[in-house]
T-cell receptor
Framework: QKEVEQNSGPLSVPEGAIASLNCTYS??????FFWYRQYSGKSPELIMF????GDKEDGRFTAQLNKASQYVSLLIRDSQPSDSATYLC??????????FGTGTRLTIIP | GAGVSQSPRYKVAKRGQDVALRCDPI?????LFWYQQALGQGPEFLTY????????KSGLPSDRFFAERPEGSVSTLKIQRTQQEDSAVYLC?????????????FGSGTQLSVL
C-alpha cells in the first residue's frame, strides 16, 4: 500500500508569516507530487506540482521534494487570510491515479 | 469554458435505495477519475477511465458500486442498495492526458447523504 501522510492540524499561522505544510510518503518508487488547496465545501484546486528533488517556487508558494528522505513540503510566504483552507498532498506512484493524504487544515490569523 | 460538471450537487437517499451520480468531463478529456471523500479525509480513489475503457476499478469498495463511461465522455457512478457508510462527497476529475498529473481538474462533487 502506497501511503501519503500529513499532519491533520489544525495549523494556525499569523497573517504575514510563513506557513509550512509537510507530507511524508512510503513508496520509494514515487514519481511526482501535488499540492491541492480545498476550501470548505469546494473541490480541490491544484496549487503546485513537483517532480524533481529540490525546490520549486511559484509566487508566494514553494514546494520542496526530498526523495531520499521521502518528504515533500509546501511553504506559503506572506500568509493571507484567503490562504485559510485544507491543503492536500498527493503522490503519483507510477500509475495513473493520485494517492492523497488526509489534508492539513490551515488557518491564517489576521 | 466549462469545467467538470457533476450532478446532482446534493443527493439524499434512504438506506437501500439505488443512486446514480453523473459526471460531465471537460470536452475532449481522455482520462476520467472518480474519488470518494469522507468528511475530514482526503479523496480516496475509486476508479479510472481512459476514454471508454475502465482501466482501474481497484478502489471500488464493494460490488454495489459500478461505474461506466460508454461513449468516452459522460460517466455515471451507480451505487446500489446504499448504506450509511456510503455517505460522502463523490468527486469526478478529468485530464486531457492519459492518467492524471498536473492537468487534472476536479468537479464540485456530489454530496451523498444516506439516511
Amino acid at each position: 500500500q502506497k501511503e501519503v501522510e500529513q499532519n491533520s492540524g489544525p495549523l494556525s499561522v499569523p497573517e504575514g508569516a510563513i506557513a509550512s505544510l509537510n507530507c511524508t510518503y512510503s513508496d520509494r518508487g514515487s514519481q511526482s507530487f501535488f499540492w491541492y488547496r480545498q476550501y470548505s465545501g469546494k473541490s480541490p484546486e491544484l496549487i503546485m506540482f513537483i517532480y524533481s528533488n529540490g525546490d520549486k517556487e511559484d509566487g508566494r508558494f514553494t514546494a520542496q521534494l526530498n526523495k531520499a528522505s521521502q518528504y515533500v513540503s509546501l511553504l506559503i510566504r506572506d500568509s493571507q487570510p484567503s490562504d485559510s483552507a485544507t491543503y492536500l498532498c498527493a503522490g503519483n506512484f507510477g500509475n495513473e491515479k493520485l494517492t492523497f493524504g488526509t489534508g492539513t487544515r490551515l488557518t491564517i490569523i489576521p | 469554458g466549462a469545467g467538470v460538471s457533476q450532478s446532482p450537487r446534493y443527493k439524499v437517499a434512504k438506506r437501500g435505495q439505488d443512486v446514480a451520480l453523473r459526471c460531465d468531463p471537460i470536452s475532449g478529456h481522455v482520462s476520467l477519475f472518480w474519488y470518494q471523500q469522507a468528511l475530514g479525509q482526503g479523496p480516496e480513489f475509486l476508479t479510472y477511465f481512459q476514454n471508454e475503457a475502465q482501466l482501474d476499478k481497484s478502489g471500488l469498495p464493494s460490488d454495489r458500486f459500478f461505474a461506466e463511461r460508454p461513449e468516452g465522455s459522460v460517466s455515471t457512478l451507480k451505487i446500489q442498495r446504499t448504506q450509511q457508510e456510503d455517505s460522502a462527497v463523490y468527486l469526478c476529475a478529468s485530464s486531457p492526458n492519459a492518467g492524471g498529473g498536473e492537468k487534472l481538474f476536479f468537479g464540485s462533487g456530489t454530496q451523498l447523504s444516506v439516511l
